[in-house]
């Protein structure tokens, strides 16, 4: 098979080099140790695309659209190719890797380290992992099986292993090479290669010959040398139809074995004689490109022109490369294959085992050809080395054999998710061995798991709750949590020791502070959590069990499905499950919420767990004010909003303020009041290191509203997280639990704020019925001042209606009680300011501009303030509040404006009073006298028994004055507009009318259409 080399070209600086073909064979990559991956577009590339990694890049694997590679910062990174995003970090060692590799699917990355291990991970969850352990010096190569279920790596302990994957056991080892104490020093890379297709064979290089092992019964069944070659053999790959094999040598030797025939078909000689340290066969089998250890790199091209007689190719070689992308051929092996059975022309009969979709392309070749020899008759020319006919052409064709009958359908739906695996929020990958156990708003627990110490380190936040503590943790502790009473621990189950719990009951008043729990022997824990006053434990026998903190089996409960993990506060219990099986890379999770105490009962009962699309759950857990969230791999942090039937809300997306696609937050908090969220940075990982110790970093909260750059779209996201972010007060005290009276009132005097700017803004805008709306929304005081501002401004049927709405509130108030009517009272004083905001609208100081911010002009030389609805009165100073949680918000813009004509201020004074108001100035004084202990808010109450003691007719004999100022004041204002029917008027007739409480006073002016509430408080 005659083919042209290619001149040599550079493409890295001296040392170490590796390449690969993309999958397409369109770009081959290479890495070196100059510390860059560079993307050639063909070997005349002069300008390839190259990659920064690290200082040392020492191996690199090309799968799909992710590219891996092996720095010498002791990471497995993962990159997107072509673009060359950064996109995490795989796994860590403690020393370099040596060698990565992908599986045939794409979707697990092996690595080998110096370190001695070899770690299997799987790609889209990094913390699936698995380590193979048994290796005595560092790892010199690792190669996957093309079934996925077997592992083979090459060791400086001169020792070749197969592994099994899942059990993660030794299947064979043979002492083959020579033994070093580092890669550095070895003779020989020793790159492992399993054939294509089957994996019948695997390919050792041991000197300078090339050994191949069979597959299952291990024994070594062939040798490829070549007498012209006698340096050691560095690096050895499979073409992708599996019959040939090259080789690369440390003396530059390039060989090209047939394996059917033993035969060397091609040798080449490195032009200087550099040692070969890269091979990689493109995708077509056309070309052979190699790198050597000076950075140079070459290509063999034309080897899939030669007309040489070729021995027949199996079955499997001719499909290899067409089976890249099937999903429905990865991890096909012998123990879950059909049966194979012999295709010929008179086996008719079994034609029922094959598997055939409808377009006539067989997706599983193994039902098909009854064993490894099998050829596909019609489309395969004899060859000797099969059939051993030496006189049979090479170009005889076998007459066709019976048709493939499609008779079973074969599923070409989506595809199931694989769940995923149960893990404890708050802590790290259970593979590190250093790593966080837990990390909450009590403490952190730290594990270490190395030779030197196998020991856990609990650290408290706040001192005060407890010293730290070092425990040893001889069994094998995995997961943890800590409260303010105690550290739970537990570790998995062993063939000796059962799965047993730990607790740490630090907060206890007696000496024995300490209990421990085995489990029975067929149940394992998988997740745990801690609250206010018990311990709860979920196992793999779909059991929750749970513990008094003392230790006392409380309840058992069976789970709807296998947990994913737990979390705790208080007297709630959180719990996500496998509900069922996800499809198209979706988890479907449950969840329910439990609530434990005097009365037991469930808040949340089997109700799906929202995620975004083709994601997983990454965190779990309640604010520090008791309200359950979560956060997804995709950064999206959702709350429950308890007020709209426990419903979840996306409140903020960690994703938008990450730089790269590799960074991430690693979430360790939520508080409600302030509105934080406390997480770790993640420079290109998902999971921060234990040392050097990581910093807290806050983010803020943000709604997905649209329209959130405008003003209203500001306002509107700013009260919807107001609202969300302050239900707990609400369930806090139906719960029996104490609430902070100010902070509860600071919030509605939030919410309360922003409703009033949005109908102002509403207004300027001349949106009428988009203010009816938002007064819906506010208290029936601030309703008034909104009728206030309407009238001012001259929208007449806007105070209308305004007014209908306040009357509605007003009966809702009475209805409700006494005791709301003393908090609506309460709020009335502490919103005071409110009135002065409208009466600085109307007059001139305040103007609301057509974005909707405020600004002022002070005749009296006064200070600028940051916001005017903050200028308010109050027994106590309030300290001002911010409407965004974010450091950046800004005040309103404050600006002067035009004076207005002195006839129309003249006309205009300030509201008139009501009658309880005037009522109040003339017995302020005797009320004092009788009793002067009196704070105001006591002098109001007093007041207003004393006011409610009055006859109808006293009352009303106290309030005509104002009602008739009023009347006068309204037509007035009237007169002010272009067209003023009503010029004629100037004492209309008046219809008072009462509410049964005495309380509130409609007047009715007939002949001007207006309709005013006034409030006697």
Same mark, same amino acid.
């Given at each position: 098979?005659p083919?042209?080399?290619k001149?040599?070209?550079?493409?890295?600086?001296e040392?170490h080099?590796e390449i690969?073909?993309?999958?397409?064979?369109?770009?081959?990559?290479?890495c070196?140790?100059?510390?860059d991956?560079?993307?050639?577009?063909?070997?005349?590339?002069?300008?390839?695309?190259?990659?920064?990694?690290?200082?040392?890049?020492?191996?690199?694997?090309?799968?799909?659209d992710?590219l891996v590679?092996a720095?010498?910062?002791?990471?497995?990174?993962?990159?997107?190719?072509?673009?060359?995003?950064p996109?995490g970090?795989?796994?860590?060692?403690t020393?370099?890797?040596?060698?990565v590799?992908?599986n045939?699917s794409?979707?697990?990355?092996?690595?080998?380290?110096?370190?001695?291990? !070899?770690k299997?991970?799987? !790609?889209?969850?990094?913390?699936?992992?698995?380590?193979l352990?048994?290796h005595?010096?560092?790892v010199?190569?690792?190669a996957?099986d093309?079934?996925?279920d077997?592992?083979?790596?090459?060791?400086?302990?001169?020792?070749?292993?197969v592994?099994?994957?899942?059990?993660?056991?030794?299947?064979?080892?043979?002492?083959?090479?020579?033994k070093?104490?580092?890669?550095?020093?070895a003779k020989?890379?020793?790159r492992?290669?399993?054939?294509?297709?089957?994996?019948?064979?695997?390919?050792?290089?041991?000197?300078?010959?090339v050994?191949l092992?069979?597959?299952?019964?291990?024994?070594?069944?062939?040798?490829?040398?070549?007498?012209?070659?006698?340096?050691?053999?560095?690096?050895? &790959?499979?073409?992708?139809?599996?019959?040939?094999?090259?080789?690369?040598?440390v003396?530059?030797?390039?060989?090209v074995?047939?394996?059917?025939s033993?035969?060397?078909?091609?040798r080449?000689?490195?032009?200087?004689?550099?040692?070969?340290?890269?091979?990689a066969?493109?995708?077509?089998? &056309?070309?052979?490109?190699?790198?050597?250890?000076?950075?140079?790199?070459?290509?063999?091209?034309?080897?899939?022109?030669? %007309?040489?007689? +070729?021995?027949a190719?199996?079955y499997?070689?001719?499909?290899?490369?067409?089976?890249?992308?099937?999903?429905?051929?990865?991890g096909?092996?012998?123990?879950?294959?059909?049966?194979?059975?012999?295709v010929?022309?008179?086996?008719?009969?079994?034609?029922?085992?094959?598997?055939?979709?409808?377009?006539g392309?067989?997706?599983?070749?193994?039902?098909i050809?009854?064993?490894?020899?099998?050829l596909?008759?019609?489309?395969?020319?004899?060859?000797?080395?099969?059939?051993?006919d030496?006189?049979?052409t090479?170009?005889?064709?076998i007459?066709?054999?019976?048709?493939?009958?499609?008779l079973?359908?074969?599923?070409e739906?989506?595809?199931?998710?694989?769940?995923?695996?149960?893990?404890?929020?708050?802590?790290?990958?259970?593979?590190?061995?250093?790593?966080?156990?837990?990390?909450?708003?009590?403490?952190?627990?730290r594990?270490?798991?190395?030779e030197?110490?196998?020991?856990?380190?609990?650290?408290?936040h706040?001192?005060?709750?407890?010293?730290?503590?070092?425990?040893?943790?001889s069994?094998?502790?995995?997961?943890?949590?800590?409260?303010?009473e105690?550290?739970?621990?537990?570790?998995?189950?062993?063939?000796?020791l059962a799965?047993?719990?730990?607790c740490?009951?630090?907060?206890s008043w007696?000496?024995?502070?300490?209990?421990?729990?085995?489990?029975?022997?067929?149940?394992?824990?998988?997740?745990?959590?801690?609250g206010?006053g018990?311990?709860?434990?979920a196992?793999?026998?779909?059991?929750?069990?749970?513990f008094?903190?003392g230790?006392?089996q409380?309840?058992?409960?069976?789970l709807?499905?296998?947990?994913?993990c737990?979390?705790?506060?208080?007297?709630?219990?959180?719990?996500?499950?496998h509900?069922?099986t996800?499809?198209?890379?979706?988890?479907?999770?449950?969840?329910?919420?439990?609530?434990?105490?005097?009365?037991?009962?469930?808040?949340?009962?089997?109700?799906?767990?929202?995620?975004?699309?083709?994601s997983?759950?990454?965190?779990?857990?309640?604010t520090?004010?008791?309200?359950?969230?979560?956060?997804?791999s995709?950064?999206?942090?959702?709350?429950?909003?308890?007020?709209?039937g426990?419903t979840?809300?996306?409140?903020c997306?960690?994703?938008e303020?990450?730089?790269?696609?590799?960074?991430?937050?690693?979430?360790v908090?939520?508080?409600?009041?302030p509105?934080?969220?406390?997480?770790?940075?993640? +420079?290109?990982?998902?999971?921060?290191?234990?040392?050097?110790?990581?910093?807290?970093a806050i983010?803020?909260?943000k709604?997905?509203?649209?329209?959130?750059?405008?003003?209203k779209?500001?306002?509107?996201?700013?009260?919807?997280?107001?609202?969300?972010?302050?239900?707990?007060?609400?369930?806090?005290?139906?719960?029996?639990?104490?609430?902070d009276?100010?902070?509860?009132?600071?919030?509605?005097?939030?919410?309360q704020?922003?409703?009033?700017?949005?109908?102002?803004?509403s207004?300027?805008?001349?949106?009428e019925?988009r203010?009816v709306?938002?007064?819906q929304?506010?208290?029936q005081?601030?309703?008034?001042?909104?009728i206030?501002y309407?009238?001012?401004?001259?929208?007449?049927?806007?105070a209308?209606?305004?007014?209908?709405?306040?009357?509605e509130k007003?009966?809702?108030?009475?209805?409700?009680?006494?005791?709301?009517?003393e908090a609506?009272?309460?709020?009335?004083?502490?919103?005071?300011?409110?009135?002065r905001?409208?009466?600085?609208?109307?007059?001139?100081?305040?103007?609301?501009?057509?974005?909707?911010?405020?600004?002022?002009?002070s &005749?009296s030389?006064?200070?600028?303030?940051t916001?005017?609805l903050?200028?308010m009165?109050?027994s106590? +100073?309030?300290?001002?509040?911010?409407?965004?949680?974010?450091?950046?918000?800004?005040?309103?813009?404050?600006k002067?404006?035009?004076?207005?004509?002195?006839?129309?201020v003249?006309?205009?004074?300030p509201?008139?009073?009501?009658?309880f108001q005037?009522?109040l100035?003339?017995?302020?004084?005797?009320?004092?006298?009788?009793?002067?202990?009196?704070?105001? %808010?006591?002098?109001?109450?007093e007041?207003m028994?004393?006011?409610?003691?009055?006859?109808?007719?006293?009352r009303?004999?106290?309030?005509? +004055?104002?009602?008739?100022?009023?009347?006068?004041?309204t037509?007035?204002?009237?007169?002010?507009?272009?067209?003023?029917?009503f010029?004629?008027?100037?004492?209309p007739?008046?219809?008072?009318?009462?509410?049964?409480?005495?309380?509130n006073?409609?007047?009715?002016?007939?002949?001007?259409?207006?309709?005013?509430?006034?409030?006697?408080?």
């Amino acid at each position: 098979m005659p083919c042209e080399r290619k001149p040599m070209r550079y493409g890295h600086s001296e040392g170490h080099t590796e390449i690969c073909f993309d999958d397409s064979g369109k770009f081959f990559v290479t890495c070196g140790a100059d510390g860059d991956v560079r993307i050639w577009d063909g070997l005349d590339d002069d300008d390839p695309k190259f990659i920064t990694v690290g200082e040392k890049v020492y191996s690199l694997a090309l799968k799909k659209d992710k590219l891996v590679t092996a720095s010498s910062n002791n990471t497995v990174q993962i990159h997107t190719f072509p673009d060359g995003d950064p996109d995490g970090i795989l796994t860590r060692f403690t020393t370099n890797a040596t060698h990565v590799t992908f599986n045939h699917s794409g979707s697990r990355v092996a690595a080998g380290s110096s370190d001695f291990m !070899v770690k299997v991970v799987e !790609v889209s969850d990094s913390s699936q992992q698995k380590t193979l352990r048994g290796h005595e010096a560092p790892v010199l190569s690792v190669a996957f099986d093309p079934k996925d279920d077997l592992l083979a790596s090459a060791s400086c302990d001169g020792s070749v292993v197969v592994w099994n994957i899942e059990e993660q056991t030794q299947v064979i080892s043979w002492p083959l090479l020579q033994k070093t104490n580092d890669v550095s020093n070895a003779k020989s890379l020793c790159r492992l290669a399993w054939q294509p297709g089957a994996g019948k064979f695997l390919a050792v290089p041991v000197e300078s010959k090339v050994h191949l092992y069979e597959r299952g019964s291990w024994n070594h069944v062939s040798t490829l040398s070549d007498d012209l070659l006698t340096q050691l053999i560095n690096v050895v &790959s499979w073409s992708p139809c599996g019959q040939f094999l090259a080789a690369g040598s440390v003396g530059g030797s390039l060989n090209v074995w047939d394996v059917n025939s033993k035969l060397c078909v091609e040798r080449y000689k490195h032009e200087k004689g550099f040692t070969v340290c890269g091979l990689a066969w493109h995708p077509s089998g &056309s070309q052979i490109a190699y790198t050597d250890t000076e950075g140079r790199l070459g290509l063999l091209d034309g080897l899939g022109t030669s %007309t040489t007689k +070729k021995p027949a190719k199996d079955y499997d070689d001719l499909f290899d490369d067409d089976d890249d992308d099937r999903v429905m051929d990865e991890g096909l092996s012998d123990t879950n294959s059909p049966v194979k059975k012999a295709v010929t022309g008179n086996d008719d009969d079994d034609d029922d085992d094959f598997l055939m979709p409808a377009t006539g392309r067989v997706r599983n070749r193994g039902a098909i050809l009854d064993d490894e020899n099998s050829l596909d008759t019609g489309s395969l020319r004899l060859g000797q080395d099969k059939f051993g006919d030496d006189d049979d052409t090479g170009s005889a064709v076998i007459p066709a054999a019976a048709p493939l009958v499609p008779l079973r359908p074969v599923y070409e739906g989506p595809m199931p998710t694989p769940p995923q695996k149960a893990f404890q929020p708050g802590s790290t990958p259970a593979h590190l061995t250093h790593r966080f156990m837990m990390w909450n708003s009590v403490g952190i627990v730290r594990g270490y798991n190395d030779e030197q110490d196998n020991a856990i380190d609990v650290e408290f936040h706040d001192s005060a709750v407890h010293h730290a503590m070092h425990l040893t943790n001889s069994l094998g502790h995995t997961m943890a949590d800590l409260s303010q009473e105690a550290v739970l621990l537990a570790c998995p189950s062993t063939d000796e020791l059962a799965s047993k719990l730990q607790c740490l009951h630090f907060s206890s008043w007696d000496t024995n502070k300490e209990w421990m729990v085995d489990l029975p022997n067929d149940e394992d824990v998988k997740a745990l959590c801690l609250g206010q006053g018990w311990a709860a434990v979920a196992t793999d026998a779909l059991m929750l069990r749970l513990f008094s903190i003392g230790g006392v089996q409380r309840e058992i409960i069976s789970l709807p499905g296998p947990v994913v993990c737990l979390a705790g506060h208080g007297e709630q219990l959180l719990i996500i499950y496998h509900r069922g099986t996800g499809f198209d890379g979706e988890q479907a999770l449950g969840v329910q919420l439990l609530q434990f105490g005097r009365r037991k009962r469930q808040l949340i009962n089997c109700e799906p767990l929202p995620l975004s699309r083709k994601s997983h759950l990454s965190w779990l857990g309640f604010t520090a004010e008791g309200t359950p969230c979560f956060v997804d791999s995709e950064g999206v942090v959702r709350m429950l909003n308890r007020s709209l039937g426990n419903t979840w809300t996306p409140v903020c997306n960690t994703r938008e303020t990450c730089k790269s696609k590799s960074d991430h937050y690693w979430v360790v908090g939520v508080h409600e009041n302030p509105q934080q969220l406390r997480c770790i940075p993640c +420079k290109g990982s998902r999971y921060p290191p234990t040392l050097p110790r990581p910093a807290v970093a806050i983010l803020p909260f943000k709604l997905p509203l649209c329209q959130t750059t405008t003003e209203k779209g500001q306002m509107e996201e700013q009260f919807l997280r107001s609202s969300l972010f302050h239900n707990h007060y609400s369930f806090l005290s139906t719960s029996g639990y104490e609430i902070d009276e100010d902070g509860l009132s600071r919030s509605q005097k939030e919410q309360q704020e922003l409703l009033m700017k949005m109908f102002a803004l509403s207004c300027k805008l001349e949106r009428e019925f988009r203010c009816v709306e938002l007064a819906q929304l506010m208290t029936q005081s601030v309703v008034t001042l909104a009728i206030r501002y309407a009238s001012r401004s001259r929208r007449m049927a806007l105070a209308e209606r305004l007014s209908e709405i306040a009357l509605e509130k007003a009966n809702q108030i009475q209805e409700e009680g006494p005791e709301e009517e003393e908090a609506e009272l309460e709020y009335t004083r502490r919103t005071s300011g409110l009135t002065r905001f409208v009466d600085n609208v109307w007059m001139g100081n305040v103007q609301v501009l057509g974005s909707g911010k405020l600004s002022s002009s002070s &005749s009296s030389g006064q200070p600028r303030v940051t916001n005017i609805l903050d200028n308010m009165t109050s027994s106590k +100073k309030l300290s001002p509040l911010s409407v965004s949680a974010g450091k950046g918000s800004k005040g309103p813009v404050l600006k002067p404006l035009a004076p207005r004509p002195k006839s129309k201020v003249k006309i205009l004074k300030p509201w008139p009073k009501t009658g309880f108001q005037l009522w109040l100035e003339e017995n302020r004084k005797s009320i004092t006298a009788d009793q002067p202990d009196l704070e105001e %808010t006591d002098i109001i109450k007093e007041a207003m028994g004393r006011f409610r003691a009055l006859t109808a007719e006293e009352r009303l004999r106290k309030t005509n +004055k104002e009602t008739h100022q009023l009347v006068c004041k309204t037509a007035l204002i009237i007169s002010c507009r272009p067209i003023n029917p009503f010029l004629d008027t100037v004492q209309p007739d008046l219809c008072l009318t009462e509410t049964s409480d005495k309380r509130n006073v409609a007047v009715t002016e007939k002949q001007l259409g207006v309709t005013t509430l006034l409030q006697w408080m």
